[in-house]
C-alpha cells in the first residue's frame, strides 16, 4: 500500500509518499480503506523523534481516520461501512489496522474531510471535560487555546453540558470563539485572563480549566481558580516549566491533573469512545456538533500540510485527503 513514510527524523521535508506493506490483522480488528485523516500536534514531535508510537503500534503517523471498512475480519461491521476512529498511529497510510469497537459510524451528513476531523479533539475535549473534570451544567469553565482543535471541541462539548464558557485566543481567531459557543473570548494578546476572569466571576474564578499551554499560565490558572476547582493540564505549547507558589493552589484546595490520551489502554479508550457516542451521535446528526475543518490538503502534499500547522495558521482541524 502507499503510505507517508520517513527515512530519518528531522522536519517536514523528510516526510515522502512511499510503498509499505498493508498491516496484518490481529483478532478482533478489521481492515479500514482510510479516506482522510487529521494532522496533529503530536505528529510533528513524532516526526521529529520526539514522540515515539506506543510499543507495538504503527510507525506511521496519524492518529485518526475517516475510511470504509475494507475487511472485517468476522466482526458486526459490513464491508463498505463508512466509519472514523481513533487509532494509536498509522492513519497516514492506505489501509489501517483498526479494533472492532473502536469504531464510530461516520455521520450520513457529514463528509470523510469532515468526519476524520472528530475522533482526537472531540475525544480529548470529552476526556478532560466528563471524564476527568466531570463538568457540571451551570460551571464556568475556561477553555484555553479555543481555536484550536480540541479547544474548539471542549467549547462545543461544554455548552451543550450548560457551561458558562471562557476560552483564550490571539485576535484574529476572536470572533471564530464567539460563532462556537464562547460566552467571554479573552485575546490573551491584550488581556490578562486571569484579570478578565475574576473581574467577570466576581473574584469566584472557573471551576474548571482545560489547559495547553502550561508554562507561566499555571500560575495565572491558579489565580482565576474556584474554589476545589481543577486545572486539566492537556499540552505545554507556552513551557514546560514554571515556578509556582504551592500554597496558593493549597489555598484554592485546588487540584492539578495532567493527562494524556493516546498512552491510555485499549479498554481505557473503548469506553471512552462509547461514552462520548452515545451522548454526541446524535448531536453531530442534527447538526448542534460541529467537525471544524480549517483546510483540506492532499496527502501528497502533506510536507505543506505540517509547515500550516507549524506556523500556527489554523483555525480547527487540518484535514490529509488520502484517497
Ligand atoms: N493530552 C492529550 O490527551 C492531548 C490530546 C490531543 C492533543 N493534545 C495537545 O493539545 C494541544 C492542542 O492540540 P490541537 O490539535 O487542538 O492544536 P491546534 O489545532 O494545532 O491549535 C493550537 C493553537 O494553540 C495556540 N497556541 C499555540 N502555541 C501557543 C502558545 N505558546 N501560547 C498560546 N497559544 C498557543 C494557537 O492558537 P492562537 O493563535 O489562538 O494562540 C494554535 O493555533 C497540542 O499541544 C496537542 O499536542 C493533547
Excluded at 463528509?111 to 457540571?136: D, K, N, Y
Excluded at 483564550?168 to 467571554?184: L, P
Aim: hydrophobic residues 40%.
Amino acid at each position: 500500500m502507499k503510505a507517508i513514510l520517513q527515512e530519518k527524523f528531522g522536519g517536514s521535508e523528510t516526510l515522502y509518499l512511499g510503498e509499505t506493506e498493508i498491516p496484518k490483522l490481529k483478532e478482533r480488528e478489521v481492515l479500514v480503506r482510510v479516506k482522510s485523516t487529521a494532522l496533529n500536534r503530536a505528529d510533528i514531535s513524532q516526526r521529529e523523534g520526539k514522540y515515539p508510537p506506543p510499543k507495538g503500534e504503527s510507525e506511521i503517523l496519524g492518529l485518526e481516520c475517516s475510511g470504509t471498512i475494507e475487511d472485517s475480519n468476522g466482526s458486526n461491521w459490513k464491508v463498505g461501512d463508512e466509519i472514523m476512529t481513533l487509532l494509536p498511529g498509522g492513519a497516514y497510510a492506505e489501509f489501517v489496522a483498526v479494533h472492532q469497537n473502536m469504531l464510530m459510524p461516520k455521520p450520513q451528513n457529514l463528509t470523510f474531510e469532515e468526519a476524520t476531523a472528530i475522533p482526537e479533539a472531540f475525544l480529548t475535549a470529552w476526556q478532560a471535560l466528563v471524564r476527568i473534570g466531570e463538568i457540571m451544567p451551570g460551571q464556568h469553565i475556561l477553555i484555553h487555546a479555543g481555536a484550536s482543535g480540541v479547544g474548539n471541541a471542549a467549547i462545543q462539548l461544554a455548552k451543550q453540558i450548560g457551561a458558562t464558557i471562557f476560552t483564550t485566543c490571539s485576535e484574529s481567531k476572536v470572533n471564530f470563539c464567539v460563532d462556537s459557543g464562547a460566552k467571554h473570548v479573552i485575546n490573551y494578546q491584550k488581556e490578562d485572563f486571569s484579570e478578565v476572569i475574576k473581574q467577570k466571576t466576581s473574584n469566584e474564578g472557573v471551576h474548571l480549566i482545560i489547559d495547553f499551554i502550561g508554562g507561566d499560565y499555571l500560575e495565572k490558572n491558579i489565580q482565576c481558580l474556584a474554589k476545589d476547582g481543577k486545572i486539566i493540564q492537556l499540552a505545554t505549547m507556552g513551557g514546560a516549566s514554571t515556578q509556582i507558589d504551592l500554597r496558593k493552589l493549597m489555598a484554592k484546595r485546588g487540584q492539578l491533573i495532567a493527562s494524556t490520551l493516546r498512552s491510555r489502554t485499549r479498554d481505557y479508550q473503548i469506553k471512552l469512545t462509547q461514552d462520548f457516542w452515545k451522548f454526541a451521535e446524535r448531536l453531530f446528526l442534527n447538526g448542534t456538533l460541529k467537525p471544524v475543518v480549517d483546510s483540506v490538503f492532499y496527502w501528497n502534499e502533506v510536507r505543506e500540510a505540517h509547515k500550516y500547522m507549524e506556523a500556527n495558521r489554523n483555525k480547527g482541524k487540518i484535514v490529509l485527503r488520502v484517497s
